[in-house]
Each structure stands twice: as C-alpha cells, then as structure tokens.
C-alpha cells in the first residue's frame, strides 16, 4: 500500500505496477475533478501540485508521490465552502465552455500566480502553453488570470 497526502487527507492507495497517480487520485481515492485527456502529459487537463508545482499526473507514477503534499482542484480552496481566488476569477470572466479541461488549467493558473502575483503576458503564455483548450478560450483564461491578479493584489495592500 502507498500513502498518499491528499488535499491534506491521507489515502492509502494501491498503486502497483506504476499506476498513475491520477488513476489513484480519481479511482481510489474517489476525486474526480482532475481529469483524464491524453494520457501522454501533452493537454493538462490531468494537472495536479506535487509539493506546490504543477505536474501531470496523467504519467506521474503514484509511488512517487508517497511523502509529499498533493493538491487538487478540490483542495485549492482553504475553506470547502469557499471557492480559491482564480475559481471565482474563471467564474466573473464566463471562462468555462465545455469545461473539461478547466480543472488543469486553473491549476497550472495558481502555479504561475504563486510565482508571478502579476504575471506578464508573456508569463502568462509561458505557464499556460501545455494546457489545451478545445473551445479555444484562451482569451478569457488570460482575462480570468488578469483577475485574479488584480484580486491578489488589492488583497494584499
């Protein structure tokens, strides 16, 4: 058995054979809001924090992550009846059409807001490149990351 901190919950998984950490996150450990999309670590929709950096977890092997600190997009707000700061950005800016890989690309969006609070464009298209979008919103994720921005700073005057 591999014990995996989850969202700040321990699991205890079985994760032999080099099992995905996202099968182990969505299947046995029943979170189902990181989502499978192209199983080769290319889309993002699998994107997770491994000790607070963005990793796919679609090809990350869940022994791996025995003994570090995992967080999905359940565990990003502090409070669960609360929503994080990015979520309610991605929610002003109408970002979402099908939805599907909003999980991924809100996560690798708190990546970058954790180490740009006022990213560039060019940050922003840098830390954004290996999520992919099939609506094509990418004009409203970048409106959505220029929000949150702007609410983390003001938050911190």
């Keep these: ?21 996202l099968w182990a996150i969505r299947e046995q450990c029943g979170l189902t809001g990181t989502k499978f999309g192209c199983g080769i670590a290319q889309c993002g929709a699998c994107t997770v924090h491994l000790d607070g950096q963005p990793i796919r977890s679609c090809i990350t092997p869940a022994i791996s ?5 995992i967080t999905t997009i359940e565990g990003l707000a502090k409070n669960p009846n609360t929503l994080h700061i990015v979520q309610e950005a991605w929610i002003a800016e109408q970002t979402p059409q099908c939805g599907y890989c909003q999980s991924g690309q809100i996560m690798s969006a708190v990546a970058l807001l954790n180490e740009h609070p006022d ?3 060019e940050q922003i298209d840098a830390a954004m490149s290996g999520n992919i979008c099939r609506c094509g919103m ?8 220029k929000r949150a921005s702007a609410s983390l700073q003001s938050s911190t005057l």
């Design 119 to 121: 990213p560039t464009d």
């Design 65 to 69: 992550a025995e003994g570090k600190s």
């Design 138 to 145: 990418y004009g409203r994720i970048r409106s959505a990351i």
């Design 1 to 21: 058995m591999t014990k995996l901190l989850i969202n700040g919950i321990e699991y205890e998984v079985n994760a032999e054979n080099g099992m995905p950490l």
